[in-house]
């Protein structure tokens, strides 16, 4: 209620003072109006210099008397309320008609929705520097200075401990065979053969691998010009799903300071694929599902599951 | 080319060979397989005259795969086969005087083809002088060519459709002297539909069924 009445003494101390900066204003004008005028044509100079004086005078007076008005006034309209959370913006609150000029009502939601952003800003940003993100985030902060110095040692290897990390991988495994081809200048393609089960095809820079794609044992390696050929998927869709699933493991074996392990464990990974047909699915216990075998292979354990199973 | 296995399927108590096949379009079209088109394999039986030296008689069958639509399969019964260009039929004609075509012995399977994933499932009618006498159902996977890794795999899949007329491993594969591990070829399909062929043969007409 003090506050309402308050409110309604401000508003007539307003109206007040609005009047006075009115008048204010026009005895202003006046003073430059009668200074631009010069003086009036009066017989005698002294007459005419006597008269604009005392007109000059009276509207200085004027005004001086205006300016004690409204200050006497301000002090009487007081401060804009400064508790009022949005400041003179508040004030668009007093507006009696909200039908036409819902202002207030829109500022209100758009500084909570302001508030949110930047709540929710805020957590997003303290998570995402949480998690270093395996491949590309390490571009972020400090790590930024630290990667060229990193990338340069793994991606620049001798071919030669290349291709002895390959062979020593390739006698870990007696049911893989993989072998190797350069292609294109030094980056390695290697043709891994897993049993009588599928061929894969996984394309290296240096120790990285960099693509693979799955075929069944029996499809077609090598393109109409007698090259490997690394871009055309599988016709079949069991091989497609294991390739879709090497790529993800590509991205799951990460560790760039050693990248010979990440081989190792990927190949690993990928021998399990041995008994592709021959395992049943670890959780449904059946071997199809939706007509595909069970194609996921678990990263830790090497279990078969079928990829609606494996969660 | 994978591995495949053809069975016959016996004809529903009370239902005409065209109402069972019909049943069978619909498990598969229910489980979610999509027509493909359709398929045929064709088998003639030849006599070997001219026996001079005495030893018995042997059977040459020359067969005929839509799968493999410029290839031609000769089998001798229980010996050893070949697969040729499709011109060898014009050679068997040539060869009249040593192989004789046994008329009226020709046998033949036609039907539909379905696919489902990496499934090919072939169902089809087995027909001797146009009387259907059976029903001949192939079911191949596509993407892998060692029988002793995917049979179970296969009898899963077949068990759906077929229920308890699901077939066991094929004898071809079982008596192969490599074992289960070696990869299939299209000359263990041509068997497979052979042997089927000869128990058809042997069979009894079924009363009332003539060919659609």
């Known amino acids: 209620m003090a506050d309402v009445m308050n409110v309604g003494v401000n508003l007539e101390a307003f109206s007040l003072a609005i009047n006075a900066i009115q008048a204010l204003r026009s005895s202003v004008t006046r003073v430059f109006d009668s200074l631009k005028d010069g003086m009036k044509n009066k017989e005698t100079l002294e007459g005419r210099e006597k008269v604009f004086i005392t007109e000059f005078q009276d509207n200085l007076q004027s005004v001086n008397r205006d300016l004690n008005e409204l200050e006497r006034l301000s002090t009487l309209v007081g401060r804009p309320s400064e508790s009022h959370p949005l400041h003179n913006s508040g004030l668009l609150s007093l507006d009696p008609v909200q039908d036409k000029t819902p202002l207030y009502s829109q500022l209100l939601q758009a500084y909570k929705w302001s508030n949110k952003l930047q709540y929710h800003a805020g957590l997003a940003s303290s998570l995402l520097n949480q998690q270093s993100l395996k491949r590309s985030a390490n571009q972020m902060g400090t790590s930024a200075k630290r990667r060229p110095k990193v990338q340069p040692s793994t991606l620049v290897l001798p071919i030669q401990y290349v291709d002895d990390v390959i062979s020593r991988i390739g006698r870990m495994f007696p049911d893989m065979s993989i072998e190797l081809f350069r292609p294109n200048g030094t980056s390695a393609v290697l043709l891994v053969t897993l049993g009588k089960v599928l061929k894969a095809i996984v394309v290296m820079r240096s120790l990285f691998i960099d693509r693979t794609i799955v075929r069944g044992f029996h499809e077609n390696i090598y393109s109409e010009d007698g090259k490997l050929d690394i871009w055309s998927k599988s016709n079949y869709q069991a091989f497609q799903k294991v390739t879709d699933h090497a790529t993800t493991a590509l991205l799951h074996y990460q560790l760039p300071q050693m990248p010979d392990v990440v081989v190792r464990s990927f190949m690993t990974w990928l021998r399990s694929y041995i008994k592709l047909f021959q395992n049943p699915c670890q959780r449904c216990g059946k071997f199809l599902q939706e007509g595909l075998p069970p194609t996921w292979r678990d990263f830790r354990t090497l279990e078969a599951f079928h990829d609606t199973c494996r969660q | ?212």
């Open chain 2, 1 to 212: 080319m994978g591995v495949t296995c053809v069975c016959q399927v016996p004809v529903s108590e009370g239902k005409s060979v065209q109402q069972t096949v019909d049943i069978l379009h619909k498990k598969l079209e229910q489980l979610g397989a999509v027509k493909q088109g359709n398929f045929w394999v064709d088998c003639e039986t030849y006599h070997a005259t001219g026996n001079a030296t005495g030893q018995p008689s042997k059977l040459l069958y020359v067969m005929h795969n839509s799968e493999t639509p410029l290839s031609c399969m000769a089998l001798f019964e229980g010996g050893p086969g070949l697969s040729a260009d499709a011109n060898f039929d014009v050679l068997m004609v040539k060869l009249k005087s040593h192989f004789q075509n046994a008329k009226g012995h020709k046998v033949e399977s036609r039907g539909v083809r379905y696919r489902y994933c990496d499934f090919l499932v072939k169902i089809g009618t087995v027909a001797m002088s146009s009387s259907a006498r059976g029903i001949s159902v192939e079911v191949e996977y596509c993407a892998c060519v060692i029988p002793g890794d995917c049979w179970n795999l296969m009898k899963e899949f077949m068990q759906s459709f077929l229920g308890s007329n699901t077939p066991e491993l094929p004898t071809v594969f079982t008596s192969k002297a490599e074992g289960l591990s070696v990869p299939v070829d299209c000359m263990d399909t041509m068997s497979q539909y052979l042997e089927l062929f000869g128990r058809v043969r042997k069979q009894q007409v079924l009363p009332g069924s003539g060919v659609r």
